[in-house]
């Protein structure tokens, strides 16, 4: 008698947001539809980059490294001086130990956005590990005075042992020149054929 129907199931976004805008809401709240709204954005033209980002960002969450090193990718195809993709795959590169990569990556997002305190932080780690001390601790310096009060205070103990690291270095390089320019004993001689 009658036809039997097929429901379909809509999803609305709510008045006012784009599917962007949505996405990221959904996101805050670690709802998985959020990546559906953010490929929806894309699709749309909508805020392409930082969707693309935000995409990364969950590809990463869920161990997907490759995933999210191609939206962080295409993230710059779309905004090449979007500072959050460049900070995004600094964290991947830290993350697969290639600091060189990592660091250029902070030192990117530095230029485009020096007013976030985060990526100091994150430099001074990689500038650390690779033992460039000086400018570790030059980095650190820069995240206390952006960083909010409570924040500030995980990088004292850093900073403070990244210090007592450069003033032993500094101590050590000059006990060496002092060995190097030691006058030679009275008498001796320097050999001549080596």
């Known amino acids: 008698m009658f036809s039997p129907t097929t429901a379909q199931i809509l999803q609305f976004t709510p008045p006012g947001l784009s599917f962007?805008?949505?996405?990221l809401v959904l996101?805050?709240?670690?709802?998985?539809?959020?990546?559906?709204?953010?490929?929806?954005?894309?699709?749309?033209g909508d805020c392409v980059a930082d969707a693309?980002?935000?995409?990364?960002?969950?590809?990463?969450?869920?161990?997907?490294?490759?995933?999210?090193?191609?939206?962080?990718?295409?993230?710059?195809?779309?905004?090449?001086?979007?500072?959050?993709?460049?900070?995004?795959?600094?964290n991947l590169y830290f993350d697969v130990n290639d600091l060189r990569l990592a660091q250029v990556h902070y030192e990117v997002a530095a230029e485009v956005s020096p007013s976030f305190p985060n990526l100091y932080f994150n430099l001074a780690l990689?500038?650390?590990?690779?033992?460039?001390?000086?400018?570790?601790?030059?980095?650190?310096?820069?995240?206390?005075?952006?960083?909010?009060g409570d924040e500030r205070?995980?990088?004292?103990e850093l900073l403070e042992n990244l210090n007592k690291a450069l003033a032993a270095l500094q101590n050590s390089k000059k006990e060496?020149?002092?060995?190097?320019i030691q006058p030679l004993p009275q008498g001796t001689t320097m050999p001549t054929n080596l």
């Open 27 to 44: 996101d805050e709240m670690d709802d998985p539809r959020a990546m559906d709204l953010y490929l929806r954005a894309i699709a749309e």
């Open 126 to 148: 990689v500038l650390s590990i690779k033992n460039e001390l000086a400018a570790a601790i030059s980095a650190l310096i820069k995240y206390q005075e952006l960083a909010p």
């Open 153 to 156: 205070r995980k990088a004292d």
């Open 52 to 90: 693309y980002c935000n995409l990364g960002i969950i590809e990463s969450k869920h161990g997907r490294t490759a995933k999210a090193f191609d939206c962080f990718t295409r993230s710059r195809e779309h905004n090449p001086r979007h500072s959050e993709a460049h900070y995004n795959l600094g």
């Open 20 to 23: 962007f805008e949505h996405g």
């Open 176 to 180: 060496s020149v002092n060995l190097r």
